[in-house]
C-alpha cells in the first residue's frame, strides 16, 4: 500500500454511459457477468470501493444475512480489483454465502444506473462524522484502498426469482447503508426483529 494508491483512488475515473435506474416492477438488466438464478431470489449489493468503513459494514451485515437466509442468493459486486477485493473481504471476515463479482471496468454498476457522485456525496460534514462515529461505536475504520475509487456509488437492488426488480436504493451519500430489512420484505421474506439500542452514557446520542 502506498500513498500513490490512496491519492488515485480519488481521481476521477473514466467516463461511463450510465444507464436508467432499474424501477421498482421492471425485469432486472441482463448481463453475463452477474446471473440471476431463476429459483430463488436475489439481494445485489454494488459496494464503494474496497476500504471504506461504510462499504465494510454493509458487507458484515450482507453477510450475516446470508447465514440466515439461505432461500436468497446474496452478491456483493466489487469495482477495486480481484487481487485487491480478495484480500479486503478475507480482512473483513469472510464472504460466508455471498457470491463476490468483481467489475473493476464498472460496466455493470454503469448498467444499473450507478454513476460517479461529488464531493458533498462523499466529504460532507455529516459524513465526516458518520466515519468517526462508526470507528468509535462499532470498530470499523477506514483501510488501505489498495484499488477503485471513492466516487462510484452504491447501491442496491432486490429481484425475485422471475427476474423483477422488488426493491431498489442509489445510495444518496457515501454513508448510508442499505436497509436490508426492507429489500427482505419486498420479496417477502421477515427479518429477525433487532434489540433495542444500548442506551449511552458518555454523552453521544
Known sequence: MSLA??????????????????????????????????????????????????????????????????????????????EATEHWVVSVGGNWEVNIVVDEMRDLYAQWGLGVSNTWHVLSPLTLYKTLRLAKDEHIWNRPTESGNRWQTAGAFAVDHTGIVRWCRVAASADEIPDFDAALGSLGIKTKPKPPPEVRTDGFL
Open 5 to 82: 494508491q490512496e491519492w488515485e483512488s480519488f481521481k476521477t475515473p473514466p467516463v461511463k454511459e450510465i444507464q436508467p435506474v432499474p424501477q421498482v416492477g421492471s425485469p432486472a438488466p441482463v448481463n453475463e457477468n452477474l446471473k440471476l438464478p431463476s429459483d430463488k431470489p436475489t439481494l445485489i449489493v454494488f459496494l464503494r470501493h474496497c476500504g471504506c468503513p461504510f462499504a465494510e459494514k454493509t458487507f458484515k451485515n450482507l453477510a450475516t444475512l446470508s447465514m440466515q437466509h439461505p432461500e436468497v442468493h446474496f452478491v456483493a459486486v466489487s469495482h477495486s480489483s480481484a
